[in-house]
């Protein structure tokens, strides 16, 4: 069956109740969909009038007029300052069924209380509550998010959603400060072991970090290319060659001495730090390039990639959010943890879900300077998810 694009919007007031680890959670968990792409932006008055009228259009004689006017409301800017939304674009066979499923029913007046399971999206975080003196009269509604019933809707919206978006940057900065000296910015990688076969601990990650009260004002789906990874991991490189070459270089002395029953020389040994150690240890970074891309690096010697090669994006995916707020940095890195998860205090991001020190679940910038290089490599201004729109629509 042919694999189609569906989206999913989280709603301001969603993000800034730090919803968004546990609604991404659901939807990934609940769903065998592929989150193709991901990106914060905050709706101007035109956009949002414009997306009302599309659902008033081709509902006019239901209550989806209730959720036209919520997106008049709430999505426009309110006080001079336009508000967050997040698009959570998903591939897969079916998509759109599948979060509607998830996502939950829209209207749930004739549901009793206690028979709501939270079981969706909606069950969980959304509320609707009627008029004491008349049933039918709505006085708060708060949906959550919003997902489409067909894939013509789909694909109306997603066009709606790609003109909006395009040329506009993928960071969100919507807040004044009063003291701007005292805001950082910072840069977290959610790696590729949490994808493949933990879908709910991206979502997961998302809620331990929203403990710090920062705020998510970027966010992308991202494939390392190896020129990236190279790029991003270099100084890594450096420091596995310092620390790990002369204690592989021992153990080679070792086994090379209890083998030909004879001692090796301090010369000896500095050859093979120099030599073999060297070599085990760009065979270290080397893995470490490829948990981040899917692709190996050769070893020396072993032949070499094209320019074209280099640049195309890997074969597993992260996730790349910037977070911003004071002491944004610290912040985030206590609650990561250490880079080795075993080292890491409990109730932290790599103690929960790190398995050693090369697949320890996340990465955050250690700097305001690490940040500005990082954000730079990883090209965070730009998001690849109005290309992937427009490839699936074909226009």
Request: one cysteine or more; aromatic letters at 8%; a neutral charge.
């Amino acid at each position: 069956m042919t694999k189609r694009l569906s989206y999913v919007l989280v709603t301001p007031y969603t993000i800034v109740k730090s919803r968004t680890g546990g609604v991404l959670s659901r939807l990934l968990a609940r769903t065998d969909l592929e989150l193709a792409g991901a990106q914060m932006f905050a709706a101007d008055k035109q956009f949002a009038f414009e997306f009302a009228k599309l659902l008033r259009d081709r509902s006019p004689e239901n209550k989806i007029m209730l959720l036209a006017d919520y997106i008049e409301k709430n999505m426009t800017p309110s006080g001079g300052r336009p508000h967050r939304t997040l698009l959570l674009l998903f591939r897969g066979e079916n998509p759109c069924e599948q979060l509607h499923t998830t996502c939950g029913h829209l209207y749930m007046q004739n549901v009793e209380l206690d028979a709501l399971s939270g079981e969706t999206i909606r069950d969980t975080y959304s509320d609707m509550i009627f008029s004491q003196d008349n049933p039918e009269e709505v006085t708060y509604f708060e949906p959550a998010v919003l997902t489409p019933r067909n894939q013509n809707e789909a694909d109306d919206d997603l066009l709606k959603l790609a003109n909006f978006l395009e040329g506009r940057g993928n960071i969100v900065q919507n807040v004044t400060y009063s003291d701007p000296s005292k805001i950082e910015q910072t840069l977290v990688v959610i790696k590729p072991d949490n994808w493949e076969h933990h879908p709910s601990r991206p979502g997961a990650i998302i809620d331990m970090f929203s403990r710090t009260g920062l705020r998510i004002i970027g966010i992308k789906v991202h494939r390392f290319s190896l020129a990236q990874a190279m790029d991003f991991y270099g100084a890594v490189g450096e420091g596995l060659k310092e620390k790990l070459a002369p204690g592989f270089a021992l153990r080679a002395k070792r086994i090379l001495e209890k083998q030909f029953r004879f001692r090796l020389s301090d010369e000896s040994l500095n050859a093979l730090t120099n030599s073999f150690g060297a070599e085990c240890a760009q065979d270290q970074y080397a893995k470490l390039v490829k948990f981040m891309t899917g692709k190996r690096l050769p070893l020396a010697g072993g032949g070499s990639y094209s320019q074209e090669e280099l640049n195309k994006p890997g074969d597993v995916e992260c996730m790349i959010l910037v977070y911003e707020g004071e002491n944004a940095i610290k912040k985030i890195r206590d609650v990561l943890g250490p880079t080795n998860p075993l080292e890491a205090p409990k109730g932290t991001v790599r103690r929960e879900f790190g398995s050693n020190i090369m697949v320890n679940t996340a990465h955050a910038s250690d700097s305001a300077e690490s940040y500005i290089r990082e954000k730079t490599i990883l090209k965070i201004d730009e998001n690849p998810l109005v290309n992937i729109i427009r490839e699936h629509l074909g226009r």
